[in-house]
């Protein structure tokens, strides 16, 4: 068998990324505590079916596998998990632009979130 540590260590992170322990994530994937514990330290492989089950909550199984993520949520932190499908993609569209768009982009959405705002304040400004 070959090395099972990087599958651990990325097994962990997936884990870690999700904001469980290794009871509640074990017991997900139908495993005990030691054999979590196995599966993360590269001990002992997880089976298809655990890998099934912790699929269904959003572990990035590819990744645990083959060091290669299959989709932009799982690169994001656990709280974005509630972030809406658009939201999440406009967040990978940002990451991916230069500093300098990034500094515009977030330029243009504080005054837009802020527009009626500083047209009150400008109103207000000019009627004086």
């Known amino acids: 068998m070959g090395n ?3 599958v651990g260590r990325r097994l962990r992170e997936e ?6 322990n290794q009871d509640a994530f074990g017991a997900i ?3 005990k505590r030691k054999s979590q514990y196995n599966y993360e330290n590269g001990i002992s492989p997880p089976d298809a079916e655990y890998l099934l089950q912790i699929a269904e909550i959003g572990a990035d199984v590819a990744y645990i596998l083959f060091g290669i993520r299959t989709n932009a949520t799982a690169e994001m932190p ?3 998990n509630a972030l809406r499908k658009d939201q999440i993609a406009l ?7 230069s500093k300098e768009d990034q500094d515009a ?12 705002e500083i047209n009150e304040t ?3 400004q000019k009627k004086a």
């Open 122 to 124: 400008e109103s207000g």
């Open 4 to 6: 099972l540590l990087p």
């Open 91 to 97: 967040l990978d569209n940002l990451e991916h632009c």
């Open 105 to 116: 982009i977030k330029r243009m959405a504080f005054l837009a979130a802020h527009a009626a």
């Open 78 to 80: 656990a709280e974005y």
């Open 29 to 31: 994937g139908g495993a």
């Open 15 to 20: 884990r870690e990324r999700l904001g469980l």
